[in-house]
């Protein structure tokens, strides 16, 4: 059986947009110049059964923040530019079912300092579906069918390009290109993953899920990508992160990108995969970008046998064994043609006749034991580094090692790796070789001025130490210089070094130790490192180094005293308690024996004074300082349910002194602050209406009399007065009551508002003509942090106008004979000895007065009225029966009056 392990393919065909031709792929962001870089976003698209109508011809990207996903650039759209095939590394085992094409999108983009600032960095983003159908380790089926999809979303992430105010320049890593190899089963493959970086930045790589899309669309809605985070694809049962292929080892990258796998013995078909590679610079990560790919295993593998390598020292007649680790040394004294290994390739393969006789090797030198710049040491190389080898020959390379070691001490290891010609990748053997070569002669630099221990008193006269080191291969000298955390010239020193003299250094070191003019508070010892090497031929490690041990001796200075004239003796921290609306004053003193500048003041490190109406001007004197500190504790400014207790630090600060020390003493002033005292206001209740009757407190009221009450407050605080309030705060009743007219008042010292209600026959519900109402009254004295009130209460019994119809006897004669008595007909009654009543009966909610209306015998009406107190003068009527209709609301009264002269 033959199998073939492909990057790169396709197994079906798909006729839609959402189409089955998705390889992988990644983006790049390229600094070109100022704030100009170029997005590039490279698409691998599967050939051979690839839909051609799902190749985009421009692709539209969004940029987001990373730390809210808020879009930063809405658009931008890439264009492709270029199209080329993806190479094989064998290009004679290339076959016709592998074509994968390598499409560029490109633009350019401003990233404005202004805008792209932000720590947390952004991210570039494009989704489009859909994968390869039919893949062994994912769910990608068409998504039409209703199956699982699987599709891609491009992703990049790149830093500000600002930081701590700085322009901060990057270009995200370029990635090698993939190839369309094979391999087979049951064989290791491998291929170079790493990338370059613009920047020098450091490069991790990891393997990671494939990211899906949010959405089986062909396209997003829209065609615009949406913010992140992005769904991992979904693993078949079986596979998973850590189980990408069922390698026997699975699929691992290294350190630098390379990629290795051996694909199980029976794993034919296509599988997905992505590698993160994360970029670092001094430690700390600035970016990531993701590249999908794809492999496949088919069944079409050939039998090839890998080479073999053996080695030996140049002038040894026996070559190692196989496999055997290779040891050689060299003297400083052989010659550069003789500080050489020669090694020997053969291959079976070149005696198979499926192979016509032959085998084209190769060889290539790694560093195992050492970084090197770049992978391979082609610098090793001989002229001719391939051969074909025929029926059984073997190829033979002499490799020569350089006279300067790789690594200090000389000794190093490297692996020679021969290469053969099978497909779909070379087959290859290495020979590990530990090398030591001596390095040449060469005398170390000394320095002539021994190391210098130096103690001085402030003020002492000018320090100077010449310098002096020799090399005694009169070689050029490089000269470096350490310290242990301060400027040499802030420190009143200079250190002049010239090496420019061959096998020579020459310099001088001074001192100047016034304090007046360097500041030497922070610091008084100080160690300075002077190294010197030389450029020897080999640029060994060999130097020698003069230490400077140094210290000063700074004189004294008193310290400032500060105090006040509510502490007592040497207290640094008082404490006491003012209520709001009271005063706190005294005076704080500062004092220096040196007589000193001093600076006296109160510090605003908790809060500002200022603003919560503290008046301290400080003071600024030599010697002795002095303010008063003045505070008015009012309401406006303090708000006790966010802080009652306030720390003022009052300080003294001598730091005007020659060598300016900074010395300062301090003065806490605890002010525990409480609600102000509070005499509780009073409220009173006046009926505005005497007549009408209470009894056991309560206003018994008949309805139809308007209900008139004076409420007043009044409030015995005067420093301040307090801003009073008086408002009805309970109305209820039998029926609710409406219409009543109350204006809450505010006021000081006394403050009164009328109560006024005139209720109708509303109040009265299913026949009850009697409702019990209390209204309170409230004043609030508001007064800051306690505040108090006081409640009254007034309760009323409203009752209907009571009337008695049954009473109710009409007169009912008249005589209008001139005499003035009697001559008139109204309802009334004679109350001795001259007043009259109304004997009406009385309007309630029951009945009420409507009119009279008077007929005569014919039944024409001769009298109408709708006043209550109404008088009928029958004059110039005939005398005779005269017949009236008294109508109420609910009722109707019909009598006879007679007229007679």
Same mark, same amino acid.
């Given at each position: ?104 999108? +490109? ?335 060469? $005398? ?25 080191? $020799?090399?005694? =291969? ?44 360097? =500041? ?235 109560? +006024? ?37 007034? =309760? ?7 009337? =008695? ?97």
């Amino acid at each position: 059986m033959r199998a073939i392990f492909i990057v790169g393919a396709l197994l079906l065909a798909c006729f839609s947009a959402r189409a089955s031709h998705i390889v992988g792929g990644e983006f790049e962001l390229l600094h070109i110049s100022g704030n100009t870089y170029r997005l590039n976003m490279i698409l691998y698209f599967d050939e051979v059964n690839g839909n051609p109508g799902a190749l985009d011809q421009s692709v539209d990207i969004r940029i987001f923040r990373k730390r809210d996903n808020f879009i930063m650039v809405n658009s931008l759209r890439l264009f492709l530019t270029n199209m080329e095939n993806v190479p094989y590394t064998q290009p004679e085992c290339s076959q016709g079912g592998i074509k994968t094409s390598k499409i560029y999108y +490109t633009n350019t983009l401003t990233l404005s300092s202004a805008l792209f600032n932000d720590p947390e960095g952004y991210y570039v983003a494009w989704e489009r579906c859909c994968r390869n159908y039919g893949i062994n380790n994912i769910y990608s089926e068409d998504p039409a069918l209703g199956a699982r999809y699987a599709g891609q979303t491009f992703y990049l992430e790149f830093p500000p390009v600002v930081k701590n105010g700085e322009p901060f320049i990057n270009s995200s890593p370029r990635l090698f290109p993939p190839l369309s190899d094979y391999a087979c089963p049951g064989k290791k493959y491998y291929v170079d993953f790493g990338g370059t970086d613009d920047d020098g930045d450091s490069l991790v790589y990891s393997i990671v899920t494939p990211l899906n899309t949010l959405s089986p669309d062909a396209l997003p809605p829209g065609g615009l990508p949406r913010s992140g985070p992005y769904p991992d694809i979904n693993w078949r049962p079986g596979f998973s992160l850590n189980n990408i292929m069922n390698g026997q080892p699975d699929l691992e990258i290294s350190d630098d990108g390379f990629l290795t796998v051996t694909p199980p013995q029976f794993g034919i078909g296509l599988y997905v995969f992505a590698i993160k590679c994360e970029e670092f610079r001094d430690g700390v990560k600035i970016g990531e970008l993701r590249r999908d790919f794809q492999m496949f295993v088919v069944d079409a593998c050939p039998v090839a046998e890998p080479p073999q390598i053996v080695g030996r020292k140049k002038g040894i007649a026996a070559f190692s064994q196989p496999n055997q680790t290779l040891s050689v040394s060299f003297t400083n004294s052989v010659a550069d043609a003789d500080r050489c290994v020669e090694v020997q390739v053969s291959d079976t393969d070149s005696q198979k006749p499926e192979d016509n006789f032959q085998e084209k090797v190769s060889i290539r030198v790694i560093p195992l034991n050492f970084r090197h710049t770049s992978r391979y040491l082609n610098d090793l190389l001989p002229t001719v580094n391939t051969a074909t080898l025929i029926n059984g020959s073997v190829a033979d390379f002499t490799i020569c090692f350089p006279e300067c070691s790789y690594v200090p001490g000389g000794n190093y290891q490297v692996g020679i790796i021969a290469y053969d010609d099978a497909c779909s990748l070379p087959l290859s053997d290495t020979l590990v070789i530990n090398v030591y070569v001596q390095p040449p002669v060469n $005398n170390s630099p000394a320095f002539v001025t021994p190391d210098q221990t130096i103690h001085i008193n402030e003020g002492d006269p000018l320090i100077s130490v010449p310098i002096l080191a $020799n090399d005694a =291969d009169n070689d050029q000298l490089d000269v470096f210089v350490l310290v242990d955390g301060f400027d040499i010239s802030s420190a009143g020193m200079t250190l002049s070094l010239d090496p420019t003299q061959p096998g020579q250094l020459t310099g001088l070191f001074t001192w100047d130790s016034r304090c007046d003019v360097y =500041d030497f508070t922070q610091k008084t010892q100080f160690n300075i490192k002077v190294i010197v090497e030389d450029r020897d031929k080999c640029v060994q490690a060999s130097g020698d180094t003069l230490h400077f041990n140094l210290s000063i001796r700074l004189p004294g200075n008193a310290d400032p005293v500060i105090s006040s004239d509510i502490q007592q003796a040497n207290e640094k921290r008082v404490e006491i308690t003012r209520k709001i609306y009271e005063p706190l004053g005294f005076n704080v003193f500062g004092t220096d024996e040196d007589q000193d500048f001093l600076v006296l003041k109160l510090n605003d490190r908790e809060f500002n004074p200022a603003t919560v109406g503290i008046i301290c001007p400080g003071d600024e004197n030599y010697g002795d300082v002095s303010t008063p500190a003045n505070w008015y504790l009012d309401c406006d400014k303090i708000d006790l349910n966010v802080k009652s207790v306030y720390e003022l630090e009052f300080i003294v600060i001598d730091n005007a002194n020659k060598c300016r020390f900074y010395k300062a003493d301090t003065l806490v002033v605890v002010v525990n602050v409480e609600p102000p005292d509070n005499l509780a206001p009073e409220i009173f209740i006046e009926n505005l209406n005497p007549d009408q009757q209470v009894v056991n407190g309560t206003i018994n009221v008949i309805r139809g009399h308007e209900i008139r009450l004076n409420v007043k407050g009044t409030d015995a605080d005067v420093s301040p007065q307090d801003k009073m309030r008086v408002s009805l705060t309970r109305a209820s009743g039998t029926v609710p009551p409406a219409d009543y007219s109350f204006l809450p008042v505010e006021g000081v010292g006394e403050i009164e508002s009328t109560f +006024t209600w005139n209720p109708d026959c509303s109040i009265f519900l299913n026949g009850i003509f009697e409702n019990d109402y209390r209204f309170e009254f409230t004043v609030d004295d508001g007064r800051c942090f306690s505040a108090m009130q006081n409640t009254i209460g007034v =309760d009323l019994v409203i009752k209907d106008e009571e009337s =008695d119809h049954q009473d109710f006897i009409p007169p009912n004669i008249v005589t209008p004979n001139g005499d003035d008595v009697n001559d008139y007909f109204a309802m009334v009654k004679l109350i001795p000895p001259d007043q009259y009543e109304s004997i009406l009966p009385k309007d309630n909610c029951i009945g009420s007065y409507v009119n009279i209306r008077i007929y005569d015998r014919w039944g024409k009406q001769v009298f109408e009225s709708s006043d209550r107190d109404f008088k009928w003068y029958p004059k110039n009527l005939a005398a005779g029966v005269y017949y009236y209709h008294l109508t109420y609301t609910h009722r109707q009264y019909k009598g006879t009056v007679s007229v007679k002269y």
